[in-house]
């Protein structure tokens, strides 16, 4: 059995960590079998027929229940846990839980998980970042751009399905942290200067610190591509308005790795 020590020591573990505050995000390979991908792709898609969402995308926003959308990025489903609680301990690997403390520290914290499904009808998603974790799109709609001097909140994005030319790749801008955080060009503008594409295999991880500016190439050939997301907070964080309600009700959670998780959520 691997200790939590070996798995901080791990050569994938320290490179990740590494390039979180070198370039603002890390690719952690190959965490998952694909026997856990199959469970989680079925977890995803009996929740796309209990809610009957016949298409993936939608050109304006339609609500199917309360943190059940789709929209022009696919069909999202916002407090995952609330709707699938027995998914909890299939969500995260030591491997990836140990990069993120090894930026956050040890008392970093679960804010929320989410997925997306979408297919060959979405479109390029023009770039954002993710500053302010749950709260993302108020701080866009408030202006809010602090630009942080260390590492204060990192996404989670585990991926279901390659991500390659045919599947669509995504695209991050590189950054160290404290550097600027304000869109170097229109966010609509599918490049940008010093962009890099990500591709990665199924079950691989991508770290993504909360000012990094991504964005989605639209697919190639027809297929669906699920992913999961969570985002993660250090306890120098600010704290959030949003909350994921799902989360307060698995505080006692049998699964130890996650239970870990929402252990030490502060109160400031």
Known sequence: MT????????????????EIRQQGYAVIPG???????????????????????TSLTAKDPVWLADNVEVAGPGLAFYQLLGFAPSLASRLFKP????????????????????????D????????????????DERWRRE????RNTDVKRVIHFLFLEDLDDDTGPW???PRVVGDPVDPPASTREPDWPGQVTVTARAGSVLL???????AVVPRRLPGVRHF???????????????????????????????ASLLEHRPKR
């Open 208 to 214: 993504l610190e909360e000012s990094v500016w991504h």
């Open 3 to 18: 200790s939590d020590a070996e798995v901080l020591k791990s050569p994938s573990v320290a490179g990740a960590a590494d």
């Open 228 to 258: 999961i997301g969570a985002c993660f907070a250090s306890v120098a964080a600010e704290p959030t308005v949003g909350q994921d309600a799902s989360l307060a009700g698995l505080a006692g959670h049998g699964d130890p790795l996650f």
């Open 171 to 173: 695209r991050v801008l």
């Open 120 to 135: 060959e009808t979405r479109p390029f998603t023009e770039w954002e970042s993710h500053l302010g974790g749950i709260d």
């Open 31 to 53: 965490l998952y079998t694909g026997a856990e991908l199959d469970a989680l792709r079925v977890a995803l898609d009996d929740l796309r027929e209990r809610f009957g969402a």
């Open 95 to 118: 491997d990836g839980v140990a990069a993120l403390r090894a930026v956050l520290g040890d008392d970093m914290h679960l804010e929320l998980v989410g997925a997306v499904m979408s």
């Open 143 to 146: 202006g809010r751009r602090p």
